[in-house]
T-cell receptor, first 115, second 110 residues
Framework: EAGVAQSPRYKIIEKRQSVAFWCNPI?????LYWYQQILGQGPKLLIQ????????DSQLPKDRFSAERLKGVDSTLKIQPAKLEDSAVYLC?????????????FGPGTRLTVT | GENVEQHPSTLSVQEGDSAVIKCTYS??????FPWYKQELGKRPQLIID?????GEKKDQRIAVTLNKTAKHFSLHITETQPEDSAVYFC?????????FGTGTRLQVFP
């Protein structure tokens, strides 16, 4: 099966600019996650979708980050305006089963550098 | 909320030796414990997982053990090979939300 797709793979922006990331999960996977992975750390969950509804966005900095999954398939994550500390790899993952019963498959990530 | 601690942060072993990475978690309701391997610049990939109703699971050279009472779980890699060199992350999950440890950089020297 095709894996989780993400684009772009790399992005360099200046602080206060905006940026958007796109994710297409594995076909049929109802649950989609966005993680932020800062260099040298483990992935940190930003937001979790079940179909097109938000399950958990408690760690999402909502003053600058937003995410949507309008049709319950692909998703976009936006940062506006970006700060230096947003430099990280943004990973998208998907899972076929809810309730902690399914393996999460990760995409290749988008490496964001904010200068 | 859940907190996952992982040790050691770096681990160097000789090829053929065993490697052990340990994690502790705080939320006794966590019920799913995967381990991910992440090579430099690549995505995390699941290598083994264990659920709270099982104490040990093996898959060829890797095994995971879980002690629910003590709230800790460990990854064991036997007969290490240079291609095992990577960063390994443990995670704990409750209700489909993964909390990751801080990672262990494993280096296997030939």
């Amino acid at each position: 099966e095709a894996g989780v797709a993400q684009s772009p793979r790399y992005k360099i922006i200046e602080k206060r600019q905006s940026v958007a990331f796109w994710c297409n999960p594995i076909s049929g996977h109802a649950t989609l996650y966005w993680y932020q992975q800062i260099l040298g750390q483990g992935p940190k969950l930003l937001i979790q979708f079940q179909n097109n509804g938000v399950v958990d966005d408690s760690q999402l900095p909502k003053d600058r980050f937003s995410a949507e999954r309008l049709k319950g398939v692909d998703s976009t994550l936006k940062i506006q305006p970006a700060k230096l500390e947003d430099s990280a790899v943004y990973l998208c993952a998907s899972s076929s089963l809810a309730g902690g019963r399914g393996e999460q498959y990760f995409g290749p990530g988008t490496r964001l550098t904010v200068t | 909320g859940e907190n996952v601690e992982q040790h050691p942060s770096t681990l160097s072993v000789q090829e053929g030796d065993s490697a052990v990475i340990k994690c502790t978690y705080s939320d006794s309701a966590s019920n799913y414990f995967p381990w991910y391997k992440q090579e430099l610049g690549k995505r995390p990939q699941l290598i083994i997982d264990i659920r709270s109703n099982v104490g040990e699971k093996k898959d060829q050279r890797i095994a995971v053990t879980l002690n629910k009472t003590a709230k800790h779980f460990s990854l064991h890699i036997t007969e290490t090979q240079p291609e095992d060199s990577a960063v390994y992350f443990c995670a704990a999950s409750k209700a489909d939300k993964l909390i990751f440890g801080t990672g262990t950089r494993l280096q296997v020297f030939p």
